[in-house]
């Protein structure tokens, strides 16, 4: 089963501009198997929060490894809302 990972993306140089033209001009860059699922970025254009999906972790570090001359990277296991109450529940 895929799971999901919170990446933040810290823009070098608070450099959007950098970072958009890459993405118009090449794509996510993303490798088969790594999906993205949704993002959000703050209003300064200085960080990006993006959440993408795979059952191989290593992707990951093939996908950063495209744009880790623009971008400084955290990645982050997350689990949904609902999944994280199903998992509490027994303790409450």
């Known amino acids: 089963m895929p799971a999901q990972y919170m ?3 810290q823009f070098r140089n608070k450099d959007a501009a950098a970072v958009y033209r890459r993405l118009r001009d090449r794509g996510r860059m993303a490798p088969d198997g790594l999906v993205y ?3 959000w970025v703050d209003h300064r254009l200085e960080r990006c ?3 993408m999906e795979t059952s191989n972790p290593k992707l990951l570090d093939v996908w950063m490894a495209n ?3 623009l ?3 955290e990645v982050h296991p ?3 809302s609902k999944e994280a109450t199903e998992r509490i529940a027994p303790l409450l």
Do not use: M
Request: no cysteine; charged share 15%; glycine share 0%.
């Open 49 to 51: 929060y993006q959440v």
């Open 67 to 69: 744009w880790n001359d």
């Open 78 to 80: 997350v689990i949904t």
């Open 7 to 9: 990446v933040i993306e």
């Open 37 to 39: 699922v949704a993002s």
């Open 71 to 73: 971008v400084e990277f």
